[in-house]
């Protein structure tokens, strides 16, 4: 018997990021990525829609922001877990962005298998995890 | 102080303004490479601006400024028995006017130039025809003419410069005098040498270095009497440069009494006219200058603001330049990275064969290069444009780049006051000073421990940053800058043109220290 896989959302404006990010996610045996949003609007949307256990948001974004996303998802889904994910670090943005409900924070340019450790170790409901860049 | 607003410069403001639309023209105001315009045309009337002009543009002999009056007992009994002496002396010495309109055209003439002085603005002038006038009067209508003249330039002046009831009876006193000495010594030396020539030219030359003596001993003493800590010799000293003046008036001053006696109020009144019209001309002259200051200082105001937009300009680009990388090449690189990644990992999965190997590891080469190109990126747009500087702040904005250090294993300090708040400006030019600073320390210094601390002090930001890496001579900069690193002499340009300096201490073996003071407005 199989184990279930975590069901991902990846939410990022750049769609070679998106695809990027899915396929490599997909790779994986324990994770699904089922489905990607370009805005902080449309992860609002897809969350109901998917109900994933995890959701990689981009933390700049056009219109409404991955921080003010995040801060509505966690007050509709409190089990939701939100991992932000940014091309830049910065103490206070990571601040912020674990205010706002995020359990997480990664940075696009960290070493693949930190990023998938970090990632499971927030699906296995463990403590904050982030990945700084090496 | 001259104050014409009447004469300010449009012209030069609106080219200014044009010029500025043009990167190379600002490049050139810049260096300075613009000229500033000669006249300006004006909207006023010829005469009106010329009155304005002889009403607000004065010119005057450099004399040690009194300020504000200390009433001691020296100095008023000193004014008292000065204004006394010369009551008494005039009242004693003077008689009805021979000439009565010899009398009135040198006492108004005399009023009126001191009323309308002029002042010479960026070169001290020691030159003053008054006291030449005062000279002819004093020898040709002898005591009342020296009171006249004396009471018309006490008044003149009185209004022009408001300078009070005290001073205005020491000037009475002090002219009133030096002008009688005069008309003493020319009397004495004329009759002595029975009125000839030559009498009269050398009594005119006594006359002016009596004069000139009775004035100026008077000035030094009140302004001693007045201030007492006052040192008399750079008073006296500073006075002896009008004595040259005083010799030729006094001279000059036998014409008066030459031409009186030969054509009377006519004669007397023919000297007066070169006299008005040089009077004239330094009024025109001290307008242009003024003109021209004027001019300069828009300007430089307008050259600084153009350097100021530049500068502003500069950053902009920066910021786009930064936003357009972040927004394109760098997503682009990470989407690209994860691809590649994911790729090879479907790869391993799928084959596993030994044929495969060979492009599985092309493949997580490339993402793995892919990576660090997107990070060598992050790195190069972080230094262009600091996104952490403009949202988050100074702190955390120098925290980020001594984590390069940090991660290198560097021991750093960071030490800024919580409650400091500095203009965009100086935080931009104080971060760029630490990056340029810390990246010298990151590729050179081989630093165990690096301090970075700011603080405010009298108005001034202080940056100190310490290294105790190895250090370098002054042949090492030299050999640096001669290989085209002009990073340090960059920043010490940037300190400077707002006013605050930059000073790098070292020497090899003995670590750096470099101290940037900026002023905070």
């Known amino acids: 018997m199989t184990e279930a896989r975590a069901k991902i959302l990846v939410v990022d ?59 509505r998802l966690v007050e509709t889904h409190p089990s939701i877990r939100v991992v932000m994910l940014t091309s830049f670090g910065g103490h206070e943005r990571m601040v912020e962005a674990l205010k706002s409900g995020a359990v997480g924070y990664v940075v696009k340019d960290t070493v693949p298998a930190e990023m998938l450790r970090a990632l499971r170790s927030v699906i296995q409901g463990g403590v904050e995890a982030h990945a700084e860049d090496d | ?150 009471l018309a330039e006490t008044v003149g002046v009185g209004l022009r410069t408001r300078n009070g009831w005290f001073r205005m009876a020491f000037n009475f006193s002090n002219i009133a005098l030096a002008n009688l000495a005069a008309w003493a010594v020319f009397s004495a030396v004329a009759e002595f040498g029975k009125g000839s020539i030559t009498a009269e030219v050398l009594g005119g030359l006594s006359a002016g270095i009596a004069q000139y003596m009775v004035n100026n001993v008077s000035l030094a003493l009140v302004l001693k009497l007045a201030s007492p800590g006052t040192a008399l010799r750079p008073i006296l000293r500073g006075e002896l440069s009008l004595l040259p003046y005083s010799v030729g008036y006094g001279i000059a001053a036998f014409t008066f009494v030459v031409m009186h006696q030969q054509a009377g109020a006519l004669g007397f009144t023919a000297l007066l006219v070169p006299v008005i019209l040089l009077h004239g001309f330094l009024i025109v002259f001290a307008r242009r200058v003024h003109t021209y200051e004027e001019a300069r200082a828009a300007y430089q105001k307008e050259r600084e603001g153009l350097l100021q937009k530049a500068v502003d300009a500069s950053e ?169 690193h002009v990073g340090t002499s960059a920043i010490v340009e940037l300190a400077e043109e707002v006013g605050g300096s930059l000073e790098i201490d070292s020497a090899r073996g003995k670590g750096t220290r470099v101290t940037l003071v900026v002023p905070t407005e």
């Not at chain 2, 639309?21 to 010829?46: K, M």
């Not at chain 2, 004065?58 to 009194?66: D, K, Q, W």
């Open chain 2, 1 to 150: 102080m001259v104050s014409d607003t009447s004469l300010s410069d449009p012209t030069i403001l609106s080219q200014a303004r044009g010029a500025a639309q043009s990167a190379d023209t600002i490049n050139r105001v810049a260096q300075d490479l613009v000229e500033v315009p000669g006249a300006v045309p004006q909207s006023l009337s010829r005469l009106l601006r010329t009155a304005l002009a002889i009403r607000r543009v004065r010119v005057m002999p450099p004399r040690t400024s009194l300020g504000p009056v200390r009433y001691t007992w020296p100095l008023v009994a000193f004014v008292a028995v000065a204004s006394a002496g010369a009551v008494v002396a005039s009242v004693l010495l003077v008689r009805a006017p021979t000439d009565a309109v010899t009398l009135a055209a040198g006492g108004l003439t005399t009023f009126l130039m001191a009323r309308f002085a002029v002042r010479s603005l960026p070169v001290q002038s020691s030159w003053s025809p008054g006291v030449f006038l005062h000279l002819g009067l004093s020898v040709v209508l002898g005591p009342v003419g020296a009171v006249t003249a004396a």
């Open chain 1, 13 to 71: 404006d750049h769609p070679v990021v998106r695809k990027g990010l899915s396929t490599f996610l997909s790779n994986e045996p324990d994770l699904e990525v089922v489905g990607t949003a370009a805005s902080g609007e449309e992860a609002i949307a897809m969350v109901a829609e998917t109900e994933p256990d995890l959701v990689l948001m981009d933390l700049s974004m056009p219109g409404m922001g991955g921080i003010e996303a995040t801060r």
């Open chain 2, 316 to 484: 902009s680009e920066r910021r786009r330049i930064a936003r357009d990388l972040h927004d394109g090449v760098v997503q682009n690189l990470a989407g690209m990275a994860f691809s590649l990644m994911a790729t090879a990992t479907k790869m391993k999965h799928e084959t596993g064969t030994d044929g495969e190997s060979e492009l599985l590891g092309v493949l997580e080469r490339s993402a793995e290069e892919t990576r660090l190109a997107m990070k060598d990126l992050r790195t190069l747009i972080i230094e262009i444009a600091p996104p952490t500087l403009r949202r988050e702040g100074l702190h955390a904005a120098l925290l980020e780049i001594l984590q390069t250090l940090k991660s290198a294993g560097t021991k750093t300090r960071l030490e800024l006051p919580s409650n400091m708040r500095l203009r965009e400006d100086r935080a931009s030019l104080i971060f760029r000073v630490a990056q340029e600073v810390l990246r010298n320390v990151s590729a050179h210094a081989e630093a165990k421990h690096v301090s970075v601390v700011l603080k405010e002090d009298g108005g001034n930001a202080v940056l100190s940053i310490v290294d105790d890496g190895k250090g370098f001579s002054a042949e090492d900069v030299n050999r640096r800058r001669a290989e085209g």
